[in-house]
């Protein structure tokens, strides 16, 4: 008695657990979850302190793209969504996060390394500043044939960076720079596909550039996480035209390699560029003396990435 009142039981939960109380299951589906998460290279979460957009595509096993949206803000905020209804079979759900000012092209053509995302002005032909801080996930799953004995499926969505954090800074320009010189990153890699490559031809951003009113002139957005780091420069043209620095990202890299590591899935990447030197500081005029190098902060404020 008591093993059938058992059987009974369990029979019941998977029945409410699934809500579907009737003799015909054709429109009855199992209960399928995705928690977010994302650690960068630490063993923390760090999910709500990187992400707070994410959008999600469900492609069935030919690469056709069933579904896809936006996740409600409460879904972001507990780090568990729900899959849409889906039939039985195979599928891959992609996470980007994100993405406000970030659009998808290709999504139509069953080709993963096809499907890619940038920063909207890039689609739309205009000129770039930067892109969103933007994080990637992948996972598959098997649906199956909806039964009241079972409940639901939890899986986990690891997200990784899709993205290098820039940082500039240009102290006591000359007048010829100016308050507000050109600051460029040349040869950036202006898309990344739907399993997280940084790819597309090579295109040039012109950054925004801030003023501190004093001496500082500061500029920072992201980029894709390129791997051709020989074929990217930062360059700083002048208020005059005339160029003040091009800095290939390479030899940065290479010298400053105690201090920054690309791999990394928290990566800033900054330069400091000074007109003058400690001994003789530029106070006007023109100067020819220019050192590249890092903010002073960076250096003391190295630590293992979170």
Same mark, same amino acid.
């Given at each position: 008695?008591?093993?059938?009142?058992?059987?009974?039981?369990?029979?019941? &939960?998977?029945?409410?657990? !699934? #809500?579907? %109380? +009737?003799?015909?299951? #054709?429109?009855?589906?199992?209960?399928?979850?995705?928690?977010? #998460?994302?650690? @960068?290279?630490?063993?923390?979460?760090?999910?709500?302190?990187?992400?707070?957009?994410?959008?999600?595509?469900?492609?069935?096993?030919?690469?056709?793209?069933?579904?896809?949206?936006?996740?409600?803000? &409460?879904?972001?905020?507990?780090?568990?969504?729900?899959?849409?209804? %889906? +039939?039985? @079979?195979?599928?891959?759900?992609?996470?980007?996060?994100?993405?406000?000012? !970030?659009?998808?092209?290709?999504?139509?053509? +069953?080709?993963?390394?096809?499907?890619?995302?940038?920063?909207? $002005?890039?689609?739309?032909?205009?000129?770039?500043?930067?892109?969103?801080?933007?994080?990637?996930?992948?996972?598959?799953?098997?649906?199956?044939?909806? /039964?009241?004995?079972?409940?639901?499926?939890?899986?986990?969505?690891?997200?990784? /960076?899709?993205?290098? $954090?820039?940082?500039?800074?240009?102290?006591?320009?000359?007048?010829?720079?100016?308050?507000?010189?050109?600051?460029?990153?040349?040869?950036? /890699?202006?898309?990344?596909?739907?399993?997280?490559?940084?790819?597309?031809?090579?295109?040039?951003?012109?950054?925004?550039?801030?003023?501190?009113?004093? +001496?500082? !002139?500061?500029?920072?957005?992201?980029?894709?996480?390129?791997?051709?780091?020989?074929?990217?420069?930062?360059?700083?043209?002048?208020?005059?035209?005339?160029?003040?620095?091009?800095?290939?990202? &390479?030899?940065?890299?290479? !010298?400053?390699?105690?201090?920054?590591?690309?791999?990394?899935?928290?990566?800033?990447?900054?330069?400091?560029?000074?007109?003058?030197?400690?001994?003789?500081?530029?106070?006007?005029?023109?100067? %020819?003396?220019?050192?590249?190098?890092?903010?002073?902060?960076?250096?003391?404020?190295?630590?293992?990435?979170?």
């Amino acid at each position: 008695m008591k093993l059938r009142l058992l059987a009974f039981s369990l029979l019941l &939960a998977g029945l409410f657990s !699934t #809500s579907c %109380l +009737k003799e015909n299951y #054709s429109d009855c589906y199992n209960t399928y979850r995705l928690i977010l #998460s994302y650690y @960068g290279a630490g063993d923390t979460e760090i999910f709500l302190q990187k992400i707070n957009r994410v959008e999600m595509y469900v492609f069935d096993e030919s690469g056709v793209c069933v579904s896809s949206g936006l996740l409600p803000d &409460a879904d972001v905020a507990s780090r568990t969504t729900t899959l849409p209804p %889906l +039939k039985p @079979g195979d599928y891959r759900i992609v996470c980007v996060g994100n993405t406000y000012d !970030t659009g998808v092209e290709n999504l139509s053509s +069953k080709d993963y390394s096809k499907i890619l995302f940038a920063a909207n $002005d890039y689609i739309e032909g205009k000129t770039v500043t930067g892109n969103d801080s933007l994080y990637y996930a992948s996972v598959d799953y098997h649906i199956k044939e909806f /039964s009241p004995m079972i409940y639901e499926e939890t899986k986990t969505a690891r997200f990784a /960076s899709s993205h290098y $954090d820039i940082l500039v800074e240009v102290v006591n320009a000359p007048a010829n720079v100016g308050k507000h010189p050109k600051v460029e990153l040349i040869g950036v /890699s202006p898309q990344t596909d739907f399993e997280n490559t940084a790819k597309g031809q090579a295109s040039d951003y012109i950054m925004t550039t801030v003023h501190d009113g004093l +001496k500082t !002139t500061t500029a920072r957005n992201n980029i894709m996480r390129h791997k051709n780091h020989q074929d990217v420069y930062l360059k700083v043209t002048g208020e005059d035209g005339s160029q003040v620095a091009m800095i290939n990202f &390479a030899e940065h890299l290479e !010298t400053y390699k105690e201090y920054i590591d690309p791999s990394k899935q928290e990566c800033l990447i900054p330069f400091r560029i000074v007109f003058g030197t400690p001994d003789y500081p530029f106070e006007g005029g023109e100067c %020819l003396d220019i050192t590249i190098t890092l903010p002073e902060w960076f250096v003391e404020n190295v630590k293992p990435e979170f």
